[in-house]
């Protein structure tokens, strides 16, 4: 699941493949190769897998730095062979770990063998047959050649997910349970600046939490602090501010906030407190700031 611009760009990748015939009545073909980059759990294998199915292409899915060898030639020769094999067929040759051997070839921390490497790669690339495509994914873009990136007609980054791409993933994980949708947009704004698999990871931990809850036990909010103490680098600093600070902070935001706009009654039902008691903490919480607005405004 992506933002609509990068869903266009991908679904025009599985159209030029799915009308190959139209293109070369023209003169054209569709692209053979695309470099997939982005941070880790963004989901980039998955779109890799989910684009074979779309094209009802078989996948040979490699992890290069399982063909480099401490035997000198050897990891060329290897390449060498995973191409022949690849062009044999109509197919997609999935590259993971794309940045195990596509390194910068002027690297003085690299000796020569590295270097003759990617030469093979290159060459390789450039002699891929165009019954199939091929697809490098890389967590580290900036360590890939100059030359790399020139072999790759498609260059996709795959962002972090925006707060309605976060919902609708929160939403497709949660299955079979289900959730409010109050619980669900928590989810989505909690996991602000978030992956795809960080999401999902929380999702994990809210059905667990559903799974094993007994009546009177702490609802969503304790679930977030629990997921939040668990994995404390992976989570929004602003974010656990507000979920382990002054819950009137937390209600105001919940309240404020243009992404959730959370009615009293929608605050009351994610924090586990009746309505009434939700707009006193509110109502003395805006009030405490009315009065700081005052002081300020008389001095």
Not at 130 to 145: A, C, Q, V, Y
Not at 162 to 176: C, G, K, N, Q, S
Not at 188 to 196: P, V
Request: aromatic share 6%.
């Amino acid at each position: 699941m992506f933002n609509s611009r990068v869903a266009t760009a991908i679904q025009t990748i599985v159209d030029e493949w799915a009308n190959v015939e139209a293109l070369t009545d023209v003169g054209l073909e569709p692209a053979k190769t695309c470099l997939i980059f982005g941070e880790p759990g963004t989901g980039k294998t998955r779109l890799a897998l989910w684009m074979a199915r779309e094209l009802d292409m078989p996948v040979v899915l490699v992890r290069l730095d399982g063909l480099v060898s401490s035997f000198l030639g050897t990891t060329a020769r290897n390449i060498g062979n995973l191409f022949t094999f690849a062009n044999r067929h109509r197919c997609i040759l999935l590259l993971d770990e794309f940045d195990a051997i596509a390194k910068l070839r002027d690297d003085p921390q690299e000796v020569g063998e590295i270097k003759r490497v990617v030469n093979a790669l290159l060459q390789n690339l450039d002699a891929r047959r165009s019954i199939g495509f091929t697809i490098g994914i890389t967590n580290h873009p900036r360590l890939l050649d100059p030359a790399v990136w020139r072999r790759f007609e498609v260059q996709l980054e795959i962002p972090k997910p925006d707060f309605d791409v976060r919902l609708e993933i929160a939403r497709h994980f949660m299955t079979p349970v289900t959730a409010p949708d109050t619980h669900l947009k928590l989810i989505a704004w909690f996991t602000e600046d978030g992956t795809g698999a960080e999401i999902e990871a929380l999702v994990r931990t809210y059905k667990k939490a559903e799974a094993v809850r007994r009546e009177r036990q702490p609802g969503l909010l304790h679930t977030l602090q629990q997921f939040a103490t668990l994995n404390s680098a992976r989570v929004n600093a602003e974010r656990r501010s507000h979920l382990f600070g002054d819950p009137s902070m937390l209600f105001r935001v919940m309240r404020d906030d243009p992404e959730l706009c959370f009615s009293l009654a929608d605050i009351g039902e994610v924090a586990g407190k009746d309505k009434s008691t939700i707009s006193r903490t509110l109502g003395r919480r805006d009030a405490r700031e009315g009065e700081k607005e005052g002081v300020a405004a008389d001095g």
